[in-house]
């Protein structure tokens, strides 16, 4: 599969001595260590890593265009009996062990019946451990065991209707342990437990069953979800804040920098956050219509990085890169 139509230019490259930068979407990445299971959500619940472990899709999920405008490569939720159930998860359920659930989530800002809408959840339904929406206490994102129990941050500082990388680290056990990130930035400066009444702890663990886009009812409570999501990977471990704030920069696509070069007429790219495994050929346009190779396909080096020598003609170019397994 050649990734064409995921470019998306950010910016234009004018003369031989300008710079700037652009974008472009190359291949859904995989980090390997730890990896349990990795989900594209392509309009289907297939299991990508080889595993086996294909989820099944509860009521009428339908399929959506995911962050790079690319139909059918995301998966929409609209509450009711909608939702993805996951089974033969090989995590990690001993106390105070730690997994990692990382997904590109576009929420709606709707609300189920019960006021909460729940992207992710495990599946005991004894010790539950859950991310939802809740709109009490003026409205929170984060950690739930099912009890009214939110550690969390407020749902405000997260925009509805546009696309979020959200990282989770739940530790089995109490969950003001667990780990946020959105974005690839850490929110522990912003988390706070809500809803606990009498000085209670909220715990919750992992298992080997859970559910995307809403739970449908098959765990104790039915919680819902409204809203599209792509991209789930799940880890037996803790990803540190430097892995997901890799894993959210190869997830949004390589980075091109464009330097002068050192002679008049040349230039240098510089591009970084490419799929480590695949091949990539730079292009160039005048007109955003017809494009043109320059120079040979790249292999990244070490980091997802590649540095480029070319000559730069013309009064404006574009540039984008095109990414192959």
Not at 32 to 42: D, E, R
Request: with cysteine.
């Amino acid at each position: 599969m050649i990734l064409r139509s995921a470019i998306r230019l950010v910016a234009v490259i004018l003369g031989v001595a300008g710079s700037g930068i652009s974008q472009a979407q190359p291949a859904i990445g995989r980090m390997a260590n730890g990896l349990v299971a990795y989900y594209p959500m392509h309009g289907d619940a297939t299991e990508a890593t080889g595993r086996g472990m294909n989820g099944m899709l509860m009521g009428s999920p339908q399929m959506a265009t995911n962050r790079f405008g690319q139909p059918m490569q995301a998966m929409a939720f609209n509450g009711g009996m909608d939702g993805m159930m996951l089974t033969n998860l090989d995590v990690s359920t001993m106390t105070n062990m730690q997994n990692s659930v990382s997904f590109w989530m576009n929420w709606n800002g709707q609300m189920g019946s019960s006021t909460v809408s729940m992207p992710f959840g495990w599946g005991d339904a004894d010790k539950p451990s859950c991310l939802l929406f809740d709109s009490s206490d003026g409205g929170r994102f984060g950690f739930s065991g099912g009890m009214g129990d939110v550690y969390g941050m407020g749902s405000g500082m997260m925009p509805t209707n546009s696309w979020m990388h959200i990282a989770a680290v739940f530790k089995n056990g109490a969950s003001s342990e667990s780990q946020l990130y959105v974005n690839g930035q850490p929110m522990a400066g912003m988390m706070s437990m809500s809803g606990m009444q009498g000085g209670m702890m909220m715990s919750g663990f992992a298992s080997s069953m859970a559910f995307v886009g809403g739970s449908n009812g098959q765990t104790a409570t039915a919680y819902p979800f409204f809203g599209m999501m792509s991209d789930l990977r799940m880890y037996d471990r803790a990803l540190s804040p430097d892995e997901v704030k890799a894993l959210y920069q190869m997830e949004s696509g390589a980075q091109m920098r464009l330097v002068p070069g050192p002679v008049t007429g040349s230039a240098t790219m510089e591009i970084a956050s490419m799929m480590m495994g695949w091949m990539f050929q730079l292009q160039s346009s005048t007109d955003l219509v017809r494009w043109v190779d320059q120079g040979t396909m790249i292999m990244p080096g070490n980091g997802g990085m590649a540095t480029m020598n070319m000559s730069v003609s013309g009064p404006a170019m574009f540039w984008r890169t095109v990414g192959q397994p």
